[in-house]
């Protein structure tokens, strides 16, 4: 995971290389804010910090980033590096019906990981792991984990990471456990909590971590939008005319975008579908920005009171099917249909 391959976030981006060129790496740190956008930078983050050959840029909006050839950052995007390690909530399973604890599912959970490029949510992490209505939980066996983890000799001759992900999951007895760890940090070693909500922590474990607060994802990051805007546009103009082939082109490019980036898209299309429909009743110009007058001042009258409603549910649907992971090329294609069909009923 480059840091380059995530949307928006810049400046938390360019925080957490400074912290690291400046070599003041703390043994232990939480980023803290929603898994599905903290858990990626995590991941870059822990790149960045073993890579062989970190890049450092002059200009653009990105000061560093990790090379992404070298064989650490080979590893730590694979998730192989042996001095990588993650704790994150378990409960018992067809596979392991006792005792259960992340051990026993580092497979699964690195796939997940890997499946999801980081941006898996708890309730994505249950599906996948078939744990069904029970809660998932980090316990005692974990924090055995840790300190085994930790106190091993690097296999590489640098840190060794542990990541608690959903730190919040931890019951009392990793806590307790945790906390000596943390007291008593061996050198090289680093443990990053990656964590939604801090308050049901310990105060004590909360003054002991260096925390960094993510914020939200910045849907108003320019490169993004403008990036949004030229698909939405190619995809709207397909829509009048289906022609399969490229229709079907034009919905690889758009299931092609990591599962958090297509519903910001969708929600971007809504929002543009809104205010087509808003702007055309009231008579004024939409401008979408196409490049293409006379498509700017078409389209939004094509977006009336008779099709705006079926429009917002093919959008809903759609992005309802995202977020419970749909095979993303038949979920667009499914609304390029729909949309197609309500556009004719303008
Ligand atoms: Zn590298």
Redo the contacts with the bound molecule.
């Keep these: 995971m480059q840091f380059k391959d995530i949307v928006g976030q810049r400046d938390t981006i360019n925080r957490l290389t400074s912290i690291i060129d400046s070599g003041r790496v703390s043994h232990a740190q939480m980023l803290l804010g929603e898994v599905p956008t903290v858990m990626p930078l995590a991941w870059a983050y822990l790149q960045y910090l073993c890579?062989?050959?970190r890049q450092h840029y002059e200009s653009g909006d990105l000061r560093a980033d990790?090379?992404?050839?070298?064989p650490?950052?080979k590893k730590i995007a694979s998730l192989m590096h042996p001095d990588l390690h993650f704790i994150f909530p378990t409960a018992t399973t067809s596979k392991v019906k006792e005792k259960p604890w992340s051990g026993e599912f580092q497979g699964e959970f690195r796939d997940f990981m890997l499946d999801r490029q980081g941006h898996g949510d708890i309730d994505d992490w249950y599906d996948a792991l078939g744990i069904e209505n029970k809660q998932g939980l980090i316990r005692e066996l974990d924090a055995d984990g840790v300190v085994s983890d930790l106190s091993l000799k690097a296999y590489e001759g640098g840190w060794r990471m542990t990541v608690v992900w959903m730190a919040e999951k931890m019951n009392e007895s990793f806590a307790n456990k945790l906390l000596k760890t943390l007291e008593e940090p061996l050198p090289g070693t680093l443990i990053m909590l990656v964590c939604e909500s801090d308050e049901r922590l310990l105060p004590t474990i909360k003054s002991r971590v260096q925390t960094i607060r993510v914020t939200g994802h910045n849907s108003k990051d320019k490169e993004e939008n403008a990036e949004f805007a030229e698909m939405l546009v190619g995809w709207l103009r397909m829509l009048f005319k289906l022609k399969m082939k490229e229709l079907s082109a034009q919905v690889d490019k758009m299931a092609g975008l990591n599962r958090e980036q297509l519903k910001l898209f969708l929600q971007s299309a809504q929002k543009v579908m809104r205010d087509c429909f808003l702007n055309s009743a009231a008579g004024v110009a939409c401008h979408l920005g196409s490049g293409d007058e006379k498509f700017d001042a078409q389209f939004p009258k094509m977006i009336t009171v008779n099709n705006i409603a079926l429009i917002e549910e093919a959008l809903d649907d759609a992005i309802f099917a995202v977020e419970r992971n749909a095979y993303a090329k038949i979920a667009m294609m499914e609304l390029s249909f729909r949309l197609s069909k309500a556009l004719k009923k303008k």
């Design positions: 890579c062989e050959h990790s090379c992404g050839e070298c650490s950052c």
